[in-house]
């Protein structure tokens, strides 16, 4: 197999315009860039495809960022026809690139047979290559390189400068190279962040003979679970790939488990209600309106993919008497599919069965060698994402695991063994407080432990499912997907609101806020003191990295925007001057600055209406003109959601007291004229000063507001 080790990785991009090509590799500190431009009437001509060739035919392991889709598929081009691009005058070459560039861009509109011709010229395999985007892209969600870039807190943002037919000039050519290198840069830069995702696929293409290296998860899962069915089937995966079980409609009833029972009235009039609902538009999303629940003082969401609490704000703590217990079902979906035998209808069901068996014995296998050995601990987490994606996989028309009817029996049986937890433990006097898809929170009594974990015992047996043990010393909710709770070790674990950052394929939102909230929840330490002073320690944590320990900096204020092509412009605002920007945009909110707009159908929509902003898509070093207000208001806000506290605009305070202020001096002036004058005019004097007595007692109530 092909060396895919990164250490000799070039991580590179193509650029192409009608009359300019140009490619730029990278491979630690050693840069190659080859450049095919006519010139303009002479002027700046070059031609380096002989030198370009050369280098492709040596056959290094080049990394892009949708290279499948884009890049590798215009040097395959080259590499295919090079006997006769070589004696080709170098406008038509680039001319010709650029044809077959436009032609990848609107592929969705080609005919045929010039799609067939991308299609072929993308299985090619010149050079051993990987796709990042591939690999970080989580089914169809993907973000584009300078999102990426965005998130890794790269030093430059910037957008293609010219449309890609514009005809280059020759004093554009160096701009457009040093697009091109920042771009090749911030590959690069995505690609050591991924490193570890990568090894991972190098280690189990190398394990399962295929090659790996840039899937995605779900493809993986994919391949692992045709190699396994495969060989225990003894048959090739193409004798079954074809296969799938369609449905149209499902009745709620025919997919309920036989141990699934309640013991109150209020469960069993609820299930009894949900049997003869029918799940329609199966082949879509599916749809299905499956009323609420109320059980306990809690209200309960129950759809087709899963269960969660209605849950309000909160600070939820432990005292001397009392405990916070997270109960987790363990390995959930797969224990569900092999305890309960779900197979879809067209395959043999021992055959499946034993296969997915086989696949969650071995991880676990694997993952307990993994403590001493490094490959088993890759080869663990390959397996972990394969056993993960069956689940999924029965409700992917496009796969030989299609039958919905499995992913409702899993879905629907999962929240219905939930809710006989919850109705047990309800009925013991053990207060429910949260619950989501794959667990339930309590706060109940120490003195209650050992009923609680005699309530979960009774049900682990009937269920077939376990349960795993958290203790929490605290638990704080905005609601039931953005949440911060602290282990009883001291570890921290967040959502939502609470995440700095969510990896590279999350939105990229002043991530300032989110560390403040942390540091006042698990510290107490108030925002002031995080908020305005770069270097403060916080832990990182994200998809790739799990307690990365990090000081803040001016990234951490940072906001972002992609505007989309149904806008036709963005504008910034600085003053009477009105300047056009690019779509990619890195900005803080700022004292000074302008005002963002992004404008549709001639009407400028603001990005951001409480603060002015200074654009950062290029780093700076300081000072800064940050608005510290704005992000302590945020923080604020959020701190006065969740601790049931109303929240009060400190500028529109400011500003009340300002124009009291004013009242006041008007008033006193007003009190004096009238109070020297005599006898005659204390009846008017007495007014004033009533007037400014209820200016003070407003002054009063609203000047702690501001301190």
């Not at 002073?533 to 803040?552: A, D, Q």
Request: hydrophobic share 35%; glycine share 6%; with cysteine.
């Amino acid at each position: 197999m092909e060396d895919y080790n990164l250490d000799r990785a070039w991580t590179y991009d193509l650029e192409s315009f009608p009359n300019f090509f140009s490619c730029i590799a990278k491979h630690k500190e050693e840069v190659r860039t080859y450049t095919i431009y006519p010139g303009v009437e002479g002027i700046g001509e070059v031609n380096e495809l002989i030198a370009l060739l050369e280098f492709l035919e040596t056959r290094p392991l080049l990394v892009g960022f949708n290279s499948f889709n884009y890049d590798n598929v215009l040097l395959h081009y080259l590499l295919t026809y090079q006997q006769a691009l070589k004696v080709t005058p170098t406008e038509k070459i680039v001319r010709t690139l650029n044809n077959l560039s436009q032609a990848i861009i609107g592929f969705d509109d080609l005919e045929e047979e010039p799609r067939k011709v991308i299609k072929d010229l993308r299985k090619m395999d010149y050079f051993p290559s990987i796709d990042v985007l591939e690999v970080i892209r989580e089914g169809y969600n993907t973000k584009s390189l300078k999102a990426v870039m965005v998130n890794l807190k790269f030093p430059r943002i910037q957008d293609l400068p010219h449309h890609y037919l514009h005809e280059v000039q020759p004093d554009e050519v160096e701009g457009i190279l040093s697009y091109d290198l920042n771009d090749v840069v911030g590959t690069e830069e995505i690609m050591h962040h991924i490193a570890p995702r990568l090894e991972m696929r190098r280690v189990l293409s190398e394990k399962f003979g295929t090659p790996m290296y840039s899937d995605a998860d779900s493809k993986i899962g994919k391949t692992i679970l045709d190699t396994f069915y495969a060989q225990e089937s003894g048959k090739p995966i193409e004798t079954i790939a074809r296969k799938r079980t369609h449905r149209t409609t499902l009745r709620i009833g025919d997919l309920i488990f036989p141990w699934v029972k309640f013991t109150t009235p209020t469960l069993n009039t609820y299930l009894d209600s949900l049997r003869d609902l029918w799940i329609t538009d199966i082949n879509e999303k599916g749809s299905c309106e499956i009323p609420p629940l109320s059980f306990g003082g809690v209200e309960y969401v129950v759809a087709l993919g899963g269960i969660h609490s209605v849950d309000g704000p909160g600070v939820f703590e432990t005292t001397e008497e009392s405990i916070l217990l997270d109960l987790d079902v363990a390995s959930q979906y797969p224990n569900c599919i092999l305890n309960n035998k779900v197979s879809p209808q067209h395959l043999d069901s021992s055959t499946f069965l034993r296969v997915y068996q086989r696949i969650v014995t071995q991880r676990l296998e694997a993952k307990k060698q993994g403590k001493t050995d490094k490959a088993q601990k890759v080869v663990a987490e390959g397996l972990k994402i394969s056993a993960n994606s069956v689940y999924g996989l029965m409700n992917f028309q496009y796969y030989w695991l299609y039958d919905p009817k499995c992913t409702y029996q899993v879905t629907l049986n999962n929240q219905f063994s939930l809710l006989m937890l919850i109705e047990a433990m309800t009925q013991k006097g053990i207060q429910v407080i949260s619950a989501n898809t794959d667990g339930i929170l309590l706060q109940t009594g120490k003195c209650n432990l050992e009923l609680v974990r005699q309530v979960y015992r009774e049900w682990e047996q009937v269920t077939g499912f376990t349960l795993e043990e958290t203790f929490y010393s605290k638990y704080v909710r905005r609601d039931v997907n953005n949440y911060l709770s602290i282990k009883e070790d001291g570890s921290v674990k967040v959502k939502g609101v609470f995440i700095p950052q969510g990896g590279v394929l999350k939105g990229y939102d002043k991530p300032i806020v989110a560390i403040a909230l942390r540091k006042y929840f698990t510290e107490g330490v108030d925002p002031k003191e995080v908020i305005g002073k770069m270097g403060v320690p916080y832990t990182f944590s994200n998809l790739y990295v799990e307690g990365e320990e990090r000081v803040t900096d001016i990234y951490d204020y940072a906001l972002s925007v992609k505007i989309g092509k149904m806008y036709e412009e963005v504008q910034y605002h600085v003053g009477p001057e009105i300047l056009p920007m690019q779509r990619t945009l890195r900005y803080y909110a700022s004292n000074g600055g302008g005002q963002l707009f992004k404008v549709k159908n001639g009407a400028p929509q603001t990005l951001l209406s409480s603060s002015p902003v200074t654009l950062f898509n290029d780093y700076e070093e300081g000072p800064y003109d940050l608005n510290l207000q704005y992000y302590l208001d945020e923080v604020e806000k959020l701190i006065c959601t969740i601790e049931g506290r109303e929240w009060i605009d400190r500028s529109k305070v400011q500003a009340k007291v300002e124009k009291l202020k004013e009242r006041e001096t008007k008033s006193l002036t007003l009190y004096w004229g009238y109070h020297t004058k005599g006898k005659t005019h204390l009846k008017v004097a007495q007014g004033c000063r009533e007037n400014l007595i209820k200016i003070w007692e407003e002054l009063h109530t609203l000047t702690p507001y501001l301190t």
